[in-house]
């Protein structure tokens, strides 16, 4: 399994960027599908974006798509989600996660099986 390590999350206002990173440590990274989660207070995680192990495929949920984007640097085990024109509906603990799994826009928490703890992203109108 690999150990996954976010940060760059914090206070933005309203139409705002951030860039989230998720450093990784282990053999596994460069050959596993990379995802984006968040959560919000009471609600259920939900996936926002996938990437592929070379980073060739990149998926995102409908409420992200066009404002979001994936990346990763396998030089670096890191993964990165670039965030703009931030909402307040975007408000929710951001997680990273590894699957041995190919992307798709359709990904659940039960495809990825290593995640990390999360960090905050909060928008304020």
């Known amino acids: 399994q690999v150990q996954l390590v976010e940060s760059g999350g914090g206070l933005v206002q309203a139409g705002g960027s951030l860039r989230l990173s998720c450093a990784a440590s282990?053999?596994?990274?460069?050959?596993?599908?990379m995802g984006w989660f968040r959560q919000a207070p009471g609600k259920e995680r939900e996936f926002v974006a996938a990437?592929?192990?070379?980073?060739?495929?990149?998926q995102y949920a409908d409420s992200v798509k066009g404002r979001f984007t994936i990346s990763r640097d396998n030089t670096k085990n890191t993964v990165y989600l670039q965030m703009n024109t931030l909402k307040p509906e975007d408000t929710a603990a951001y997680y990273c996660?590894?699957?041995?799994?190919?992307?798709?826009?359709?990904?659940?928490?039960?495809?990825?099986?290593?995640w990390g703890r999360g960090t905050q992203v909060t928008v304020s109108s």
């Open positions: 996660a590894a699957s041995g799994r190919i992307p798709t826009a359709t990904m659940t928490r039960d495809n990825f099986n290593s």
């Open positions: 282990g053999r596994t990274f460069s050959t596993s599908t």
């Open positions: 990437i592929s192990k070379f980073g060739r495929n990149a």
